[in-house]
């Protein structure tokens, strides 16, 4: 196996996280904090796919799917192709309103689909292009993979520990 099909298999098995997370539950508790301040399990969702879908937009040197369909209508946002979450308030994080679990499944879906597509587009050479030279070492596409990978499986965790602690109430 090479490291194009590792990836390709690591972000495949995001889908299945997300869709663990989300499956079943209702517009409200996908708009509940575990506790005050603490994130939502749709805000996590729709986080972790933003951050993918700007990186890997960023990667392809393409408009990110939030802003080339009607996503964010679906969530009470706006398409600012700038705006992935990071940093949010607590007020931010509980305007983000996704309209059902379904609107969360659909956009991951669609960014998940793009992904795939680049990583088995991907040829020798690619993961070793710099793509941000801000950092010491300047970040890779590898690296940049690795970085958002990271993230989403963090927030994938942390959507199903909030998940439980909703359903255990």
């Keep these: 196996m090479d ?5 390709a298999e690591a972000y ?8 663990a997370a989300v499956d079943g539950l209702g517009p409200e508790q996908l708009r509940q904090p575990p506790a005050p301040g603490a994130n939502t399990v749709g805000w996590l969702i729709w986080h972790l796919t933003r951050i993918q879908d700007s990186g890997v937009a960023d990667l392809l040197g393409e408009e ?3 802003v080339s369909g009607d996503w964010a209508g679906r969530f009470g ?5 700038n705006d992935t979450g990071f940093g949010y ?18 956009y991951h879906r669609a960014v998940a689909e793009r992904t795939g597509a680049y990583l088995r587009g991907l040829r020798p050479g690619h993961l070793d292009r710099v793509v941000d030279e801000n ?3 300047p970040v890779t596409a590898g690296v940049r993979l690795i970085s958002l990978l990271e993230d989403a499986l963090q927030h ?6 909030v998940r439980g ?3 255990r109430g």
């Excluded at 495949?12 to 869709?19: E, I, N, S």
């Excluded at 994938?156 to 520990?161: C, I, S």
């Design 3 to 7: 490291v194009t099909d590792l990836l």
């Design 12 to 19: 495949g098995r995001l889908p299945d996280l997300v869709g």
């Design 64 to 66: 990110q799917v939030w």
């Design 77 to 81: 946002l706006t398409a600012d192709p």
């Design 89 to 106: 308030t607590t007020e931010q994080v509980l305007a983000c309103r996704p309209e059902s679990g379904q609107a969360l499944l659909d």
């Design 135 to 137: 950092w010491d070492p």
């Design 156 to 161: 994938a965790g942390q959507a199903a520990y």
């Design 165 to 167: 602690l909703i359903e």
